[in-house]
């Protein structure tokens, strides 16, 4: 993520059919049109994604989020040629690797590195030996290797631990193995593939900043799979949301997160943003407004400079309306605050203060009425 909202937004989109192969040109990672089916039981055929175009600039960290049986792998797995579209096309940095064979995937694949879930470390080789083997598999001389592998090992934070093997490591330690070896070719491109998954809370922090921090010293371009939005949060300066083998909804994190529109999206933000509803309030919301006296239950979403002034406080005193606070968080998306509130306000009073909370650069949405 560059910091900077504009530059953001030009780096990840899902552009209309016309600009596609413009957009993949010059991207890290592009996705045109590209649809994948296999063969399913009593001969039907299992769509794994219909139409899936996005666009991942270098430099960028893309995270796709979705359910499972999304399609998350089939599209992560079509980047390194380990399955190959059904139709459209499938490029790293402008190469096609749906169609590539040979000596040109063999080095396609070169610059794409991939980590795991569950790391996927060779058991009987230690921790050096690990991360030689890309290079050895590339035929590179011994000197160089033990150099290499020497380097790897500072970068990811495990001095001393050269001649462990994996059982004598933690998660976390592994995970930092496999990030090793993927790097050890010195790819363009690093696939993580529900990389965090397996860790708990705190050991994924520390591998997310490692991701983070390698995107940020090598330029590496990041795509990785996941299913927990707080991952994208903490990552990803762009995401896409994918469901049934779409991709329904997809830009620069921070804008999806201040402005989710598909309902999946919205399901998959409830968990980390304050967006969900007491179950109190939840089981009572009528869509329109009732007869007789009522609240206008409306969600408040504060982004950017506005994430932390008492614009409630303000409302009160300026216009004298009250609120209630019904649930609410404030957060970080990469080094952008924002929050959400879900508040209710007298009916008759709805429409000004959603007015005046427009006017302070706020974003307002009626959820319902409850009376
Ligand atoms: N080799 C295969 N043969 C047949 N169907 C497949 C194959 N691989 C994937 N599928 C189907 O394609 C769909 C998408 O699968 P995929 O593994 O890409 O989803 P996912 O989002 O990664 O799920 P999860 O989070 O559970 O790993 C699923 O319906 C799955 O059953």
């Known amino acids: 993520m560059t910091g900077n909202p504009a530059a953001d937004a030009a780096k990840a989109n899902v552009p209309a059919d016309a600009a596609k192969d413009k957009a993949a040109a010059g991207a890290a990672i592009g996705f045109a049109g590209v649809g994948k089916a296999f063969d399913g039981p009593g001969g039907t055929r299992v769509h794994a994604l219909a139409d899936v175009t996005l666009a991942v600039e270098p430099g960028a960290i893309c995270g796709i989020i979705g359910r499972s049986g999304a399609g998350k792998s089939t599209l992560l797995r079509m980047v390194n040629g380990l399955e190959r579209p059904t139709s459209g096309t499938v490029t790293v940095a402008g190469r096609d690797v749906g169609r590539a064979q040979g000596a040109a995937l063999r080095a396609i694949r070169r610059e794409v590195g991939m980590i795991f879930q569950h790391f ?128 329904v909804e997809s830009g620069p994190t921070y804008d999806i997160f201040t402005r989710p529109r598909h309902p999946t999206t919205r399901s998959f933000l409830g968990g980390v943003t304050g967006l969900t509803l007491p179950a109190f309030i939840a089981g009572r919301l009528l869509p329109a407004r009732p007869d007789g006296p009522s609240e206008e239950v409306i969600r408040v979403t504060f982004a950017g400079t506005h994430a932390t002034d008492p614009m409630l406080s303000r409302l009160a005193v300026e216009k004298g309306i009250a609120s209630n606070i019904l649930a609410g968080a404030i957060e970080e998306v990469g080094p952008h605050p924002f929050g959400n509130l879900l508040i209710s306000v007298d009916a008759d009073r709805g429409p000004e203060a959603r007015a005046y909370l427009e006017r302070h650069g706020l974003l307002t949405e009626v959820l319902g009425h409850v009376r």
């Open 120 to 247: 996927n470390l060779l058991s009987s080789r230690t921790v050096a030996g690990n991360i030689a083997l890309p290079l050895e598999i590339a035929g590179e001389p011994a000197g160089a290797i033990r150099a290499r592998t020497a380097d790897l090992i500072a970068r990811v934070g495990l001095d001393g631990l050269a001649g462990r093997y994996p059982a004598e490591l933690s998660g976390g330690q592994k995970q930092r193995v496999g990030i090793a070896r993927a790097l050890a070719t010195s790819p363009r491109v690093l696939l993580s593939d529900e990389a965090t998954s397996a860790l708990d809370p705190e050991t994924t922090q520390t591998v997310l900043r490692l991701l983070a921090d390698i995107n940020r010293d090598l330029g590496l371009t990041i795509l990785l799979i996941t299913h927990e939005m707080a991952v994208v949060r903490d990552i990803a300066s762009h995401m896409a949301v994918i469901e049934a083998g779409r991709i």
